[in-house]
């Protein structure tokens, strides 16, 4: 596996299978009363996060106890970009520091890359979402509920047809699950008014439908994206009714939706904008859950770029003894 | 007065030439061995040509002095071959009164390694709305007979119809920096496959073609002369060819490297790749490439833009735009032109000497070799190839997308008003 983990691409069809793999494993430390491995024991993983994301943040720093690492957060918040320290200097004292992993996320796309391509550091690099680019762990934790429910069992999505529904974009949620979920065999269709899909998106491997309604019956997954309210003054879209009249999960909706079809958002939500409550609060959806997996999927990424070997048969043996005791 | 003859050289055109040089003029032009008593310097295999003209140059002075200064692109533009260039006003303060023309003016007289032209603002400030005093600065000592608002556009079309009317009293020129602004909020890189997938800000083809095609039919209207700032976009030449074909005096430059790198190399988020405007894909390098040769793009300007390290060293979003080029750009255009057989070498002399010279009204610039001429010259080894170095630069700045790039033509000496500048690829102080 790669070093980074920076875009999906960096991984493998093979690659993904094992994260998924490894992280359904993992989850059983979550059952367990003593949540913890002793895996990364005296390693440093530092939070680095240029943006506010709680949810992200605390994902990744329960992964990294759950996995005995010693972590550090380093909230960099509003010294993103051209205020403040550089971020070079800031890799550079997280080097001194001796960081085996940064996650980061940054408002700016590209950012882990360049923290990962300079050799200002050597450890390992998560990009945590950065900019309009990718969020690559968030699109794992993704596959990984999807194939829990709907490929239990199975290696990988092969067939399943899943909707991706909003604001692409700008979603780093979208680029990355566009990527991995075609990797992994589902057929993606992107759900969105032109304006919210980028000048290019002929090249993805996707199909494109410009109103829910011609989607929502026939999808094994509806995932739906936030849209920013703020992106109605910059004429993406005329107002929010009419946005949600055509790409909203309402209750109307909902209903024409297979029985086991699964409602997904990567969150924080909307309510009444993007996703009406009976569709959030249904029973379909695994918004919930979501992110209870994500601790687990952040486990097995650092688990693997850092800890080294997969989980053998034997050493899965050991964890689930471990998790007995 | 010392005589210098320069031996075994041979013209852009294939013919033997020796010349020589008595003070700043061309005194001699043999095909045979010159009188003796003349100091000789040979140069036998290389090619002698005039002197290049870069009519779009970063100088940084004043006010940003840490990047470059008039001094350092001086030396820049000598070690790439230029006996001119021409200062792009967007300094702070911007060059937009008679003032700051002059100084920077009376800098390149000071550098002594070449001339040195300044372009003045358009509009006050460059901000798009008042006309600066156009007229003060083409009065001024030096002449300013182009305007830019460089960096911006001059967006606001009944501005810039004025602005084309206005220079019309002195034959000037605009020379327009073609981006629609509202197209263009927080752009990054070239709308695209690539733009779609990296998640950066995409700069749409159509927002320099729209301008352009604007630009074109003002001229028109109003019978002046445009010029357009570096063209990217296949569909921005198939424009100007258009204009050409209805006789319409507008003129355009493209850059060395939107002649050779294309927006791909974005993948990387390495800002050395962010320019503006942006690089392009395969298609438009093709169609800029074509336009060049069959000459509806009449020069290759530089657009050399200084930028200190930290600018570079950061995330995409923070850097700034720009790249250097004077050192590195005749050999760029000898690979993508030359060696491609689009061009021959006296295609490229017009392209950076002649036109450029004849657009931007230098009169002592860009002139075939011929008795009593200032003596601009340049020499040039095109069977050697040499590696770029970014920290081996004459300018303050790195910011180059070449480093480490082997590229075909080697410089070695570049006479400047008579006066030995560059020197086996050195470059000599002052006069």
């Known amino acids: ?325 | 007065m010392s005589k210098l003859t320069l031996i075994g050289g041979i013209t852009a055109a294939g013919q033997k030439l020796n010349i020589t040089i008595s003070g700043n003029k061309i005194s001699e032009l043999t095909i045979d061995t010159p009188v003796a008593g003349n100091e000789i310097l040979d140069i036998t295999g290389s090619l002698i040509i005039p002197g290049l003209v870069d009519l779009h140059t970063h100088l940084r002075e004043p006010g940003k002095e840490d990047a470059e200064n008039v001094e350092s692109g001086s030396r820049a533009a000598v070690k790439g071959g230029y006996t001119a260039i021409s200062a792009m006003p967007n300094t702070d303060p911007v060059a937009d009164t008679a003032g700051v023309v002059e100084q920077v003016f009376s800098l390149g007289k000071a550098a002594g390694l070449c001339d040195v032209f300044p372009i003045g603002a358009v509009t006050q400030g460059q901000r798009g709305g008042q006309l600066a005093e156009i007229l003060a600065m083409a009065q001024s000592a030096a002449k300013v007979r182009m305007f830019s608002d460089d960096g911006h556009c001059v967006f606001d079309p009944l501005v810039m119809r004025r602005a084309l009317e206005y220079v019309k009293m002195f034959d000037g020129v605009i020379a327009q920096h073609a981006q629609d602004p509202r197209l263009t909020i927080d752009a990054q890189m070239n709308e695209g496959e690539i733009s779609a997938k990296l998640g950066l800000k995409g700069w749409p083809a159509v927002a320099e073609e729209a301008i352009i095609a604007r630009d074109i039919l003002l001229t028109d209207h109003v019978q002046s002369r445009l010029h357009i700032c570096h063209v990217t976009t296949a569909g921005g030449v198939e424009l100007i060819r258009w204009a050409k074909s209805r006789g319409i005096n507008v003129t355009a430059e493209v850059t060395p490297h939107h002649l050779l790198l294309t927006d791909d190399l974005a993948e990387s988020y390495d800002p050395i790749y962010k320019v503006n405007p942006p690089l392009r894909n395969v298609r438009d390098v093709e169609a800029l490439r074509e336009g060049l040769a069959d000459g509806t793009i009449d020069i290759v300007a530089t657009d050399h833009a200084p930028h200190p390290t930290e600018s570079k060293e950061c995330e995409w979003q923070a850097a700034s735009f720009g790249m250097i080029g004077l050192e590195t750009a005749l050999s760029v255009v000898v690979k993508t032109m030359i060696s491609s057989k689009l061009m021959n070498w006296n295609d490229l002399v017009d392209r950076m000497a002649i036109a450029p010279a004849r657009i931007g009204g230098y009169a002592e610039q860009g002139k075939e070799f011929a008795l009593g001429n200032f003596a601009n010259i340049t020499v040039v080894n095109p069977n050697k190839t040499w590696i770029v170095n970014k920290d081996a630069s004459m300018s303050k700045s790195r910011n180059t997308p070449f480093h480490g790039l082997e590229l075909p033509g080697v410089i070695t000496d570049v006479f400047f008003n008579g006066a030995r500048v560059l020197q086996d690829e050195k470059v000599i102080g002052k006069i």
Do not use: C
């Open chain 1, 1 to 325: 596996m790669n070093r980074h983990l920076l875009s999906i691409n960096d991984l493998t069809y093979e690659d993904a299978v094992l994260i998924l793999d490894t992280a359904a494993e993992l989850a059983k430390i979550s059952d367990a009363p003593v949540k913890k491995l002793p895996t990364l024991r005296g390693r440093t993983v530092v939070n680095l996060f240029f943006e506010d994301s709680t949810r992200t943040r605390i994902s990744f720093e329960a992964a990294a106890k759950r996995l005995s690492a010693d972590v550090i957060n380093f909230s960099a918040k509003g010294s993103s970009l051209s205020k403040g320290e550089s971020l070079k200097d800031t890799a550079l004292t997280l080097q001194a520091m001796g960081a085996d992993a940064v996650i980061i996320r940054h408002g700016a796309s590209g950012a882990p890359a360049r923290l990962a391509d300079q050799q200002w550091m050597t450890g390992s690099v998560i990009n945590a979402g950065d900019g309009t680019h990718e969020h690559p762990t968030q699109a794992l934790l993704d596959a990984f509920t999807i194939r829990k429910h709907l490929r239990p069992g199975q290696k990988d999505l092969s067939g399943l047809k899943v909707a991706i529904v909003g604001d692409v974009l700008h979603s780093r949620v979208a680029r990355s699950n566009v990527l991995l979920l075609h990797k992994l065999g589902a057929i993606v269709t992107l759900v969105a008014p032109p304006t919210l899909l980028p000048v290019g998106v002929e090249s993805w491997p996707v199909e494109i439908a410009f109103g829910l309604d011609l989607v929502v019956a026939k999808s094994d997954v509806v995932m739906m994206l936030r849209i920013q309210r703020e992106r109605m003054a910059d004429l993406f879209f005329p107002s929010e009714r009419e946005y949600s009249r055509q790409f909203g999960l309402n209750g109307d909706r909902l209903k024409m939706m297979q029985p086991t079809a699964l409602v997904m958002h990567p969150g924080p939500m909307n309510r009444g904008l993007e996703i009406s409550a009976d569709s959030a609060d249904s029973l379909q959806s695994v918004i919930v859950e979501q992110v209870a997996n994500g601790v687990s999927v952040r486990m097995a990424v650092l688990y693997l770029l850092l800890g080294g070997s997969p989980l053998s048969a034997e050493n899965s043996k050991v964890l689930s003894d471990k998790v007995v005791i």
